[in-house]
């Protein structure tokens, strides 16, 4: 058995992030495994016990040039972990997302010859753009979890070792989804039509997709007058933000637009909001795997800085960038990117989802999808990562 309590490190930097970290840190404990965690976690992982030594919007940054405004708080946070670790190593660092951000870490741990193993969980997107970070990632990352079957093959083509886990949200959400206790969990008139518009978790992605949202949703007011909208917000500070943009417009425009608070503690609005929209029109991330896994009729948008896009619009290998898209091999949801992300152009795509057969041609792919993620045999995440310290007992796996 273990002569000392496990210590992992774990660095998150945005919600989706800190759900996965949540749920990896209690199959840790499920199995019975002695285990302290530390790092950068989220409100979900910090009420289950986590130590959390900055906090995770600290990394909450997208794009070349907003990363670089950034660039010497982002050091400073790497360095103060390293250091931290050089003191008292963790016996696992474990990066979920952020790649940009967690690669780094990894990087320095392998430069200064800590005794840490290292781990990525979620696969950065490697196979789709920047594919020479696949050499850094050889060279200084111990595991990388897979989200996705693909991934995996991607990966044991480089000899990079890698191990399929699966998505834990396609196993929770069930294939049968009740729109209607969706819209009674959060309170609202079941027969009342919704549109859920998502700008995206981070300040900087509502300073440049708030307007464009709420432009779309004054367009569709005054068409379809019925119509509802709802916003999450994923904490105060967001809150505080989208507030600020919705009082630029009249009256009549915020009437109609609810804006949902987090609330618990669970970072579980977004998902709720979605469930509860009759249609979902959302920024380009990790948030449109749960749309899809929620079976809800969608459109997705994204802008960059305009530098920042024309860099990595070079550096992209596949065709499309939202996750349903990339999972189908073909074009299941529309993407707005760039300069095609306008009001006018967004509005357009939602009402196009307001005819019933385009809105169940896409829900039939989706639950379709959803029983394809099902299907695959996958690993347990909890065991791949012990299997790195071999002289760790590894309790037996708890049905």
Request: glycine share 6%; proline share 6%; aromatic share 8%.
């Amino acid at each position: 058995m273990q002569n000392k309590k496990l210590k992992i490190g774990i660095v998150v930097g945005e919600v989706s992030g800190d759900t996965l970290g949540v749920k990896l840190m209690r199959s840790f404990r499920e199995q019975g495994i002695d285990v302290e965690f530390e790092g950068i976690g989220g409100p979900q992982m910090i009420a289950e016990g986590f130590q959390s030594y900055y906090p995770m919007d600290v990394l909450s940054v997208m794009g070349i040039v907003e990363v670089l405004k950034d660039i010497k708080q982002l050091f400073a946070v790497r360095d103060g972990l390293l250091e931290r670790w050089q003191r008292e190593p963790v016996d696992i660092f474990i990066g979920i997302d952020a790649p940009d951000f967690n690669l780094r870490v990894s990087k320095k741990i392998k430069q200064l010859q800590l005794p840490i193993k290292t781990v990525q969980y979620v696969s950065p997107s490697v196979w789709a753009w920047r594919q020479g970070r696949v050499h850094g990632i050889k060279a200084n990352i111990d595991l990388v979890l897979c989200l996705f079957p693909f991934e995996k093959a991607f990966f044991q083509r480089w000899q990079v070792p890698a191990a399929f886990v699966g998505h834990p949200l396609a196993s929770e959400l069930p294939l049968d989804n009740s729109i209607q206790a969706a819209k009674e969990e959060l309170g609202l008139d079941p027969q009342v039509q919704h549109i859920a518009l998502l700008p995206g978790s981070r300040r900087g992605e509502i300073e440049r997709l708030g307007p464009l949202v709420l432009d779309a949703a004054q367009i569709l007011m005054q068409k379809y007058p019925a119509y509802e909208f709802l916003i999450p917000a994923i904490n105060d500070a967001r809150k505080q933000q989208i507030e600020a943009l919705l009082a630029q417009y009249p009256q009549e425009v915020r009437a109609k637009i609810q804006l949902l608070e987090n609330q618990g503690k669970e970072s579980k609005v977004g998902r709720q909001v979605m469930n509860a929209a009759n249609i979902v029109a959302l920024a380009s991330g990790t948030a449109t795997l749960e749309a899809m896994l929620l079976h809800r009729p969608m459109v997705t948008f994204y802008k960059l800085n305009w530098l920042s896009y024309h860099v990595i619009k070079f550096l992209i290998k596949i065709p499309y960038y939202s996750l349903p898209n990339i999972i189908a091999g073909k074009k299941v949801i529309q993407e707005l990117i760039q300069h095609d992300a306008t009001a006018e152009k967004l509005s357009q795509e939602i009402e196009k989802l307001m005819h019933v057969e385009a809105a169940q041609i896409q829900v039939m792919q989706h639950i379709t999808m959803h029983k394809q993620l099902l299907d695959r045999n996958s690993e347990d995440p909890v065991q791949a990562v012990l299997a790195l310290l071999p002289n760790t007992a590894q309790p037996a796996n708890r049905a």
